[in-house]
């Protein structure tokens, strides 16, 4: 069974730091794409970043450029979320998902939810101002 179990959320204050994990259970983290995404209330979910193990490849959103940095940590097989200099308007739940890229095509999927097959818990971010 797959499952991805997030960690590492917390309450920061503005030009802080927070660090999330995104631990894979039941599978190897190699053949997979791994993104972040995230959640506020009323609004939609939206990509944040995302790896391609195979290739090592990473793609943020402009929103999070320079900011965020998301690795891979294989001896654990996780995936990190360095977050610095963080903003209220960051707040929200964290996702993690996976997908195995052989299937999909283009440019467009790899911050795009609909395109991800499994899916963490989750876990709150909250930026105080």
């Known amino acids: 069974e797959v499952q991805l179990v997030e960690s590492g959320g917390g309450l920061v204050q503005a030009g802080g730091s927070l660090r999330l994990s995104c631990a894979a259970v039941?599978?190897?983290?190699?053949?997979?794409?791994i993104a972040w995404f995230r959640q506020a209330p009323g609004k939609e979910r939206e990509g944040v970043s995302c790896?391609?193990?195979?290739?090592?490849?990473?793609y943020y959103a402009d929103s999070v450029k320079g900011r965020f940095t998301i690795s891979t940590d294989n001896a654990k097989n996780t995936i990190v979320l360095q977050m610095n200099n963080l903003k209220p308007e960051d707040t929200a739940n964290y996702y993690c998902?996976?997908?195995?890229?052989?299937?999909?095509?283009?440019?467009?999927?790899?911050?795009?939810?609909?395109?991800?097959?499994?899916w963490g818990q989750g876990t709150q971010v909250t930026v105080s101002s």
């Open positions: 790896i391609v193990i195979s290739d090592g490849n990473t």
């Open positions: 039941g599978f190897f983290l190699n053949d997979y794409a």
């Open positions: 998902a996976a997908v195995n890229p052989i299937f999909q095509h283009g440019n467009s999927w790899y911050l795009d939810p609909s395109e991800y097959d499994w």
